[in-house]
C-alpha cells in the first residue's frame, strides 16, 4: 500500500511497447503478518505445550508427511526439532462426517491423516492445510472425514513456531558460548559473534571420514566443537598423506582455500572417534571475514608443519561510504487532528489501513499522504508492535531521497494517522501493469535507486521486508521512493515474524529459520525479474 497516485505513471521513453497478445497481468498483492514472535516468550510457552508419546507407526508417517511439505521439510530432517514436534503435535479422533474444518474458518492448523480417509481422496498420509503454519489464511474448502473413523495429527502454528524458534536459540547461545572461547574469535564483538553464530551450522563426521581432500577445491570453513582431526600432506614419499599435525576443539580449518581460491593443501580428517564441527560455506565466509571481521589466520610455512598468525582483512573491498544527509524538518503532531486535513481522494487500501490524498488547510497549496490505521483493527490483528515499529523506523530515517518521508504522525480516539509526502507518479506496479514489461536500462536504474535506498536501510539495521511493486512509488521525474514501512524493524540479528508478502518471501522467512537484512535482497530479485517480464518468478 502505497502514498502515491494510483493512476498509472506515465510511460518511461525507454519502455518498449507492450504485446498486444502476450500481455500477462496479476491481482494486486497484499502484505501479510503472522504473530509477532520473540525469544524471550517462547520458553514459557513451549514448556506449558502438552507433549504424548507416539507409535512408530504416527513417527513414521508424520516425517513422511513433512518431507513431503515444503513448509515442513527442514524441521524433518532436524532430529531435535522433529522429535519435540512429534511430542507436541495432537492426535485427533473423528467419526464419519464431522469435519475437520470448514470452508472460510480462519486457519492456524496444518494435519496430517494416520488412519482412515477424508474428503477430497485423502487416504493415510495425506498432509493439507500447511499455509496456516506461516499466517492467518480462511479455508478454501471443508474437509470432512468419509470412512467409519479417521485418525489425524494437527499442529498448530504457534506450537509450530515456537518450538522452532526456542531450538534454534537455543543453539545459537551455545555456539555463541563456544566461540567465546575460540581463540581466532577472542577479540570480536558480541554483535559479529551473534551473525557468525547464525552463519555456522553443525556437521558430524564418523571417524576416518574426510572433511576436505589434498588437491580438491575448498568450499567449507570448519571450526571443531569435539573430537580431533588429523591434518595429512601427500607428496612423492607419501602418496597416501603423511599427518603433520593434529586439530582439537576450538581450532579451524579450511580456511586458506577459501581465501586464496588455490585447492586445498592439505586432507583433513576425523581420527579416535567422531568429530563435532561448526561448518561455514564459501559465501558467507567471505562475506563475513571480508569486511565486517578483523581476526588473524594462520600462515602456514612451507612444509605445513608450524605456523604462526599474520593479520588478513579487507579481503573483499569496502562498500563506499554512506552518503551524508541533513535531518529534514519533522513537525510536532501534536496540535494537528483530522480537521487539519481534507481529504481529496483515495491513494491506496492496504491489510491494515488506507491512504488518502490530503490537503494541509494551513498551507492549501501543500499535498500529503495520510496514512489512516484503525486502531481497533491493528489491536484485534495483533499489529501493535507492527504499527510501533513503523512509526519509531520513519521517525528516524533522515531523508534519503528513495525513501518517502514521514513528516508527523497524530491520534484521535479511533485512529492513528501518519503524515507522509505525496509521490505523483503512482506506483512501480500501475507502471508494470501499464507497460507489461520495462526494458533493462528501465529496470536496472528503478533497481540501483532500489538498491540505495536498502543499502541505507540496512546500514542502520532496518530490515524493510515487505519490498514489492506496490510499495515502491515514483515521483514526478520517475525516481524511487520506498513507501510503507509497516512491516520493517530494526534488529541486528535474526528476526523470526513470518511476514511480507508470500511471492516475494525469502526461503527463511517461509521455512521460519529466522532473517536479516538479506530477505530484502531476494524480494529485489524478484522485482527485477517482475519488472522484466510483467510477472514475478513465483505467484
Known sequence: MGC?????????????ARPAAAKASRRKLRGVAADVMSVRDVGSYVAQLAREPKSAAEVATLRK????????????????????????????????????????????????????????????????????LLYDQRRAGTVSCCSEQATLLSLDRLAYRSVVLQIHDQRKK???????????????????RSRLADALKPVMFASGASMCVQGEPGSNFFIIMSGEVAILVADDACPEGKEVVRRQEGDYFGEISLLSGAPVTAT?????????CLAMGQKRFKRLFGTNFNVKFREYSSDTSSSNYVERRNLVPANAAETSLKNLAFWDGANL???????LRTLGL????????????????????????????????????????????????????????????????????????????GELYSLIQHEYRLTQAATTALSAEILSALAYLHGQNIMFRDLKPENVLLNERGSV????????????????TVCGTPDYMAPEILLNLGHGTACDYWA????????????????
Open 4 to 16: 502515491g497516485a494510483s493512476t498509472p505513471a506515465p510511460a518511461r521513453k525507454d519502455a518498449e
Open 65 to 132: 508427511a513433512m518431507r513431503g511439505c515444503q513448509i515442513l521439510a527442514r524441521s524433518a530432517g532436524d532430529e531435535d526439532i522433529f522429535a519435540e514436534l512429534a511430542l507436541v503435535a495432537k492426535r485427533v479422533e473423528l467419526a464419519l462426517g464431522e469435519a475437520v474444518y470448514a470452508e472460510g474458518e480462519v486457519a492456524s492448523t496444518w494435519y496430517v491423516l494416520v488412519a482412515g480417509a477424508c474428503s477430497g481422496e485423502r487416504g493415510p498420509g495425506a498432509e493439507f492445510g500447511s499455509p496456516a
Open 174 to 192: 551455545q555456539y555463541e558460548e563456544f566461540l567465546r572461547k575460540v581463540p581466532l574469535f577472542a577479540e570480536i564483538s558480541d554483535v559479529h
Open 268 to 276: 583433513c580428517q576425523a581420527v579416535d572417534g567422531e568429530v563435532m
Open 337 to 343: 487532528n483530522t480537521s487539519s486535513f481534507e481529504n
Open 350 to 425: 492496504g491489510a491494515f489501513g488506507q491512504v488518502h490524498l490530503a490537503k494541509y488547510e494551513a498551507e492549501p497549496a501543500k499535498f500529503f499522504a495520510v496514512k489512516r490505521l484503525a486502531k481497533a483493527h491493528v489491536v484485534d490483528s495483533n499489529q501493535v508492535q507492527h504499527t510501533l515499529d513503523e512509526v519509531a523506523v520513519m521517525s528516524s530515517l533522515s531523508g534519503h531521497p528513495n525513501i518517502v518521508r514521514l513528516c508527523t504522525y497524530f491520534t484521535d480516539t479511533e485512529n492513528v494517522y501518519l503524515v507522509m509526502e505525496f509521490a505523483n507518479g
Open 481 to 496: 521512493k520506498l513507501a510503507d514501512f509497516g512491516l520493517a524493524k530494526r534488529s541486528s540479528e535474526r528476526t523470526y
Open 524 to 539: 529485489l530479485g524478484c522485482m527485477v525479474f517482475e519488472m522484466l517480464t510483467g510477472l514475478p518468478p513465483v505467484s
